[in-house]
Structures are given as structure tokens and as C-alpha cells.
């Protein structure tokens, strides 16, 4: 069985990162996709995913990552509950990512190389 996705854009905005209870670090980043192909109008729309990126990954997007950055991200789609009311439960996607590859500078100074894992 095979759950992984590739993602190729830019970030929307900086990332976001938090510190949980558990000492945990989790970075939220949005990335924005082109679409290969025009719409009817003869224009490229754009999907933004919200991306989840843990731990060393997240403290090294948190370093290097700026809005406008062009990476690659490896990810698995995960999926959750949440119980919005008795009668109505819904069912989400989180995309999280598993390594990620910068494809253009990052406007901070410290950017040392193409490419940070959580793969160890």
C-alpha cells in the first residue's frame, strides 16, 4: 500500500509554528499549486494546501522558509474526525509533510542547502 503526494509551489505566507503541550514543534505552511492547464477564461487557477510539517522538519522550515519560496513537498495524506454536532460528523484530509526540497533561496540568511528530511 502506497499513501504518498508530491507538491511542487510556492509558500503563501510565512510558517507558522507552534510549541504543544508536549514539547512538540509543528509548523502549518501554505502552499500554493499552480494548475498545469487554463480554465475557461484562459487563465491558471491556483490551489493552496495547508500543509503540517513535525519536529526537526519543522524547526528547520521555521529557520530557512519564507513566503514566496518555491519547494517540493513529499508528503502522506492523513485523515481525521471531527464531530461538528450529534447529527453531523465530518471527515478531513491533513496533508503532512515528510521531506521537503527548496527550490529557490529563502530570504533568511542561515539557508544552507536544497534539501531538509524527517526521513533519518
Partial sequence: ??????????????????????GRKVSYMNLAVQRPFKNMEGNYDTDFFRVSVWEGLAQAIESYATKGVMVAVKARLQTWKYEVNEDKRLTLIDVVAERITYLSHSQKSEWKGPEESSEK
Avoid at 500500500?1 to 508536549?22: C, F, H, S, Y
Fill in 1 to 22: 500500500m502506497l499513501n504518498q503526494v508530491i507538491l511542487i509551489g510556492r509558500l503563501a505566507q510565512d510558517p507558522e509554528t507552534k510549541t504543544l503541550d508536549d
